[in-house]
């Protein structure tokens, strides 16, 4: 089992940077698949990155894709979501959560483990 708790949000304007962090504490961080969610008010939850056990292989959707970037250290058993140039649209609260490793998962419910969330929120 592994708990999961996100950190790094907060305000920024247009165009501005964020990075989050997920920090895990738990037996064998390395050996889980990690994903980035974020669910905007009145929205339903969508998958935004994702990143596998190594850190070899990494999956981004298609509104976030040249903007953000994950990565993650498995010595610091923490995952993190770079995000540039953020856009309004960008405002959610923004989840990690954690699933085995085994194929890299944008399905929201292949996810067993979730942290708390941190809020984004982009002015225009």
């Known amino acids: 089992q592994v708990q999961l708790v996100e950190s790094g949000g907060g305000l920024v304007q247009a165009g501005g940077s964020l990075r989050l962090s997920c920090a895990a504490s738990g037996r064998k961080f390395s050996t889980y698949d990690i994903g980035w969610f974020r669910q905007a008010p009145g929205k339903e939850r969508e998958f935004v990155a994702a990143?596998?056990?190594?850190?070899?292989?990494?999956h981004y959707a298609d509104s976030v894709k040249g903007r953000f970037t994950i990565s993650r250290d498995n010595a610091k058993s923490t995952v993190y979501l770079q995000m540039n140039s953020l856009k309004p649209e960008d405002t959610a609260v923004y989840y990690c959560?954690?699933?085995?490793?085994?194929?890299?998962?944008?399905?929201?419910?292949?996810?067993?483990?979730w942290g708390q969330g941190t809020q984004v929120t982009v002015s225009s």
């Open positions: 959560a954690a699933k085995n490793g085994a194929t890299l998962s944008q399905i929201l419910f292949n996810y067993a483990y």
């Open positions: 990143i596998s056990w190594s850190g070899g292989r990494t």
